[in-house]
Each structure stands twice: as structure tokens, then as C-alpha cells.
């Protein structure tokens, strides 16, 4: 992954055409930004220019651009399931939100912050 302004991008190989691919993963269902080249370096300053040329062109249309994910994530559980997480919560004396980003912390190694 890379990481500029608060986007990220996943990055592809296609081995057929000797190419790397990227996209803007953190931004919604469909990606604002796309792009290739055929080394890192340039894959890298590609993703760069890409970002701000989507922010140039929002900031010109005077359109609000797509925002790096806001950290809010509505997740259906089923009534099982809510009930098992809201009792582990209470036994650890937490709420439901801090046992579920603590739990999601763990699955992914993502840092505390």
C-alpha cells in the first residue's frame, strides 16, 4: 500500500505487460483515482500526481472532493451475534464500540491510536 494526503493505493502486477497498476482504495466504492507505470518510483510520483489533480480539479469545479475514509463503518451483526459482542464487552467493562475496534485492532494488527 501507499499512503498520500490520507489516500491509499493498492497496487497490482500485470506480468503479461510488464506493468504496475494502482488504484485509490480509501475513498468509496469506486476508486478517484487510477494508475500505471512500469517501476515503483514512477508508480509512486503517478499516485502523487494523480491525488492532487483529482484535488485541483475539485477545488476548480468547486466540488467537494471524496474524502478518505471517515472511520464510521455501520456493520449488521444479526440479534445472535450483538448479543454475544455486547456481553463481551460488559464483561471486559467496556462498550460495544471500544470491544469491536479493539477486536478489529487484533484481526488486522493495525496499530492503537
Known sequence: MMEYKGYLAAVEFDDSADILHGRVVNSGAYP?????ATD??????????SIDEYLAWCEEDGVEPKPPFSGRLNVRLGSELHAAVAAAAAARGVSINSWIVQALRETAGAPSS
Open 40 to 49: 515503483a518510483k514512477v508508480l509512486r510520483r503517478e499516485f502523487e500526481r
Open 32 to 36: 478517484i483515482a487510477t494508475f500505471e
